[in-house]
């Protein structure tokens, strides 16, 4: 399947909002206090596991951003 740019736009939009929504959890879960250590444990763990997330589909969208541009740039040569 070849990804065109429209696909890498929407990889693009969903890993900038994993990262600005997991930021702003960040900071409530840092305001919480009096929680059991398992509740800090288990959302540190979904933090990072989305912020990973977020950077696989944000690799992909540049990607798929960089070969949809080279793929343009062949078919107006021809």
Do not use: C, Q
């Not at 951003?65 to 793929?71: L, P, Q």
């Amino acid at each position: 399947m070849k990804l065109e740019r429209k696909h890498a736009l929407i990889l693009l939009a969903i890993a900038v909002w994993n990262v600005v929504t997991y930021v702003r959890f960040i900071k409530a879960l840092l305001d919480t206090e009096g929680r059991p250590t398992g509740y800090y444990v288990a959302h540190t763990i979904l933090i990072i596991v989305n912020l990973l997330i977020a950077a696989l589909l944000g690799t992909w969208g540049v990607r798929a951003y960089k070969a949809s541009k080279v793929s343009a740039a062949e078919n107006s040569k021809v």
